[in-house]
């Protein structure tokens, strides 16, 4: 699903010019020049997420050839569910990158959310919908006082959200208890990581996203020609239209499998009802940024931020804006952690969730350095995590080495990224 996003908010693709003597150019040229223009971007050091995806597709590779069992249906959907939690952590982290700034409270911010509806549904007996809001509106609220204190009292964010690290593990032990453990028994948030898609569900979500990847395609080639920009070559679409559709298609068949190793006890196929979220959220994301006013504002300020205040934007409140969405995010990922375990405890959101969800985003192809990046690269890093977790769980590897390894992959795909930008410096990009 990673062709959801468009090259926002950057010029995707090669003006369709006529060949000489007035004649159209044809669609064999047009992929040419289209893929030439690519590899100069490549060279000129705008990878986007082209290294982790290339990593993806060699780690899984590797995994299915040492470990058959990686490659069945079932493991499939276990990545699906496994890096639910970190992707989603890693969007949110996205918009705060992008600024050149950090979150390191993310993976607590989770926990809180996660410890405030367990609490509201199980001891208080709230509606869903109302434990749901408070969840969600706990991360809106964290993400306020984060963003404040680093936009409008000027500490540096990493000490701000250092000091959020320390507080909010503190905060879900209080909501908690030292020791103590809150089942989650509400069966629709039990769903969201535990449940499946009926098979036929799963085509009509198919359709849904080829459809609207298709359309979207179309009305913002539309609409580029309306105001006299340049457009993709309609062959390139096509190309990008036709992938989306035969990956989304083969996830597809492949997750409607039966999974279940005893099918007179349970049936297990059909896609994880946490993928079309994930797909909702990333579709979100994808328009904020590539497709709104307030999207290319973020980029301008995370570019330069003197140059985006000289030009009217109002960058405190770009600053703020990204830690509330981020800790919205990290809330949305507390959700789905307490439906994976049906209960929240004291740990919720510790361990290697933040990092694992900061490398997913730099992984995928989202800058350190602020300016560059994209929601699919949350996607695609935390696709790589995963994979890196469950092949070498499988393999029966320790804790540690996945670690080190996991840890290894940052540091080079960080390395990839300064490399990349003396790149880009280098030839005035």
């Known amino acids: 699903m990673t062709s959801l996003t468009p090259e926002a908010p950057q010029l995707d693709g090669v003006p369709e010019k006529p060949a000489a003597g007035g004649s159209r150019r044809s669609p064999a040229d047009e992929l040419r020049d289209h893929l030439q223009a690519y590899a100069a971007r490549v ?41 639910a939690v970190i992707t989603t952590i890693a969007m949110g982290l996205v918009f705060v990158l992008l600024l050149g700034e950090i979150d390191l409270s993310a993976g607590f911010t989770s926990g809180v959310a996660g410890a405030v509806l367990a609490v ?61 453990n809150i089942p989650v028994t509400d069966e629709t948030v039990v769903a969201i990581q535990n449940k499946n898609l009926a098979p036929g569900l799963g085509w009509v979500l198919f359709v849904l996203v080829a459809a609207g990847y298709a359309a ?22 096509a ?33 994880p009802i946490v993928v079309p979220v994930l797909v909702v959220l990333l579709a979100l994301g994808t328009f904020v940024l590539g497709y709104t006013r307030y999207g290319l504002h973020i980029y301008a300020v995370g570019g330069n931020a003197e140059a985006a205040r000289r030009a009217g934007i109002k960058v405190a409140r770009i600053r703020t804006s990204v830690f509330v969405i981020g800790s919205t995010m990290a809330a949305v990922a507390g959700i ?84 990349s930008r003396r790149r880009a410096a280098a030839s005035g990009a």
Not at 243 to 265: F, K, M, Y
Not at 343 to 357: I, K, Q, R
Request: some cysteine.
């Open 43 to 83: 060279r000129g050091g705008d990878m986007g997420s082209l290294p982790a995806v290339l990593g993806l597709i060699v780690l899984c590779a590797v995994f299915g050839v040492l470990r058959p069992a990686f490659l069945t249906a079932g493991n499939f959907a276990n990545l699906f569910t496994q890096g």
């Open 120 to 180: 509201t549904l199980t001891k208080h007996g709230w509606p869903l919908p109302a434990a749901l809001a408070a969840a969600i509106a706990t991360g809106v609220v964290i993400g306020l006082v984060l963003g404040t204190l680093v936009a409008r009292v000027g500490i540096p964010s990493f000490v701000v959200t250092l000091g959020g690290f320390l507080a909010f593990q503190g905060v879900v032990l209080i909501i908690i208890g030292q020791g103590g």
């Open 216 to 237: 979207t395609r179309v009305l913002v080639a539309r609409s580029r020609r309306r105001k006299g920009l340049d457009t993709e070559p309609l062959v390139v679409s």
């Open 239 to 271: 190309v990008k239209v036709a992938g989306v559709v035969a990956v989304t298609a083969a996830a597809v068949a492949v997750l409607n499998e039966e999974r279940s190793r005893n099918v007179l006890v349970v049936s297990l196929k059909g896609v």
């Open 336 to 419: 789905f952690a307490a439906s994976r375990a049906n209960s929240v405890d004291p740990n919720a959101g510790g361990s290697n969730t933040l990092l694992y969800a900061v490398g997913a985003a730099v992984i995928g192809g989202t800058s350190l350095f602020g300016g560059r990046g994209r929601i699919v690269d949350a996607v695609v890093g935390g696709a790589v995590v995963a994979v890196i977790d469950n092949g070498m769980g499988l393999l029966g590897y320790s804790s540690g080495v996945k670690f080190v390894v996991t840890g290894l992959v940052l540091v080079v795909a960080a390395g990839v990224d300064a490399l």
